[in-house]
T-cell receptor, first 111, second 113 residues
Framework: AQSVTQLDSHVSVSEGTPVLLRCNYS??????LFWYVQHPNKGLQLLLK??????LVKGINGFEAEFKKSETSFHLTKPSAHMSDAAEYFC?????????FGAGTILRVKS | SQTIHQWPATLVQPVGSPLSLECTVE??????LYWYRQAAGRGLQLLFY??????ISSEVPQNLSASRPQDRQFILSSKKLLLSDSGFYLC????????????FGPGTRLTVT
């Protein structure tokens, strides 16, 4: 079965420090992977996507993710956290016409 | 550019009452359309998706139904709401094809009392 595992349900960082949100996916030949962000009571916004091009993917708001096939991972990073980054983040894999979502990671940014 | 609308934004309904949530997409033709529910602590659950007018696939048997009367309109309904239907309902669209992202609407917060 297709699955996406986000290894941390909550991550807390200080403003200005790096962010790492971890994601592993069930293996498939050529996966399409995404990261979405959701602020409270809002819809999901696409941060970035990987579709078999460069393994390091740059997204909006300074986020990037690295696709590692050998580790079946797609971790999300940002060099310096901002207060506005506090939100819930979802790692997502495409499967057919549908998306498979991870359980989400809530990012808290401390001042 | 494409935009997606959902209404209402919030809704409080008693148990046993009917439900109709509407989603419309502008600026694209023949999109794939999706309904998701997000309940506290349960992540996003795909409820229905549609690849064309009148074509509905149900992912989870439940108290809800969906219809697509027009190319860019997707409606989520229930004849009698249950307490367990409470949640945040999200509509999404994407272009037909593979490897393509979905774009989400602003959501409807439904509370069944």
């Amino acid at each position: 079965a297709q699955s996406v595992t986000q290894l941390d349900s909550h991550v807390s960082v200080s403003e200005g420090t790096p962010v790492l949100l971890r994601c592993n996916y069930s293996s498939s030949y050529s996966p399409s992977l995404f990261w979405y962000v959701q602020h409270p009571n809002k819809g999901l916004q696409l941060l970035l996507k990987y579709t078999s091009a460069a393994t390091l993917v740059k997204g909006i708001n300074g986020f990037e993710a690295e696709f590692k096939k050998s580790e079946t991972s797609f971790h999300l990073t940002k060099p310096s956290a901002h207060m506005s980054d506090a939100a819930e983040y979802f790692c997502v894999k495409e499967y057919g016409n549908k998306l498979v979502f991870g359980a989400g990671t809530i990012l808290r940014v401390k001042s | 550019s494409q935009t997606i609308h959902q209404w209402p934004a919030t809704l409080v309904q008693p148990v046993g009452s009917p439900l109709s949530l509407e989603c419309t997409v502008e600026g694209t033709s023949n999109p794939n359309l999706y309904w998701y529910r997000q309940a506290a602590g349960r992540g996003l659950q795909l409820l229905f998706y549609s690849v064309g007018i009148g074509q509905i696939s149900s992912e989870v048997p439940q108290n809800l139904s969906a219809s697509r009367p027009q190319d860019r309109q997707f409606i989520l309904s229930s004849k009698k709401l249950l307490l367990s239907d409470s949640g945040f309902y999200l509509c999404a669209w994407r272009i037909s094809g593979t490897g393509l992202e979905q774009y989400f609407g602003p959501g409807t917060r439904l509370t069944v009392t």
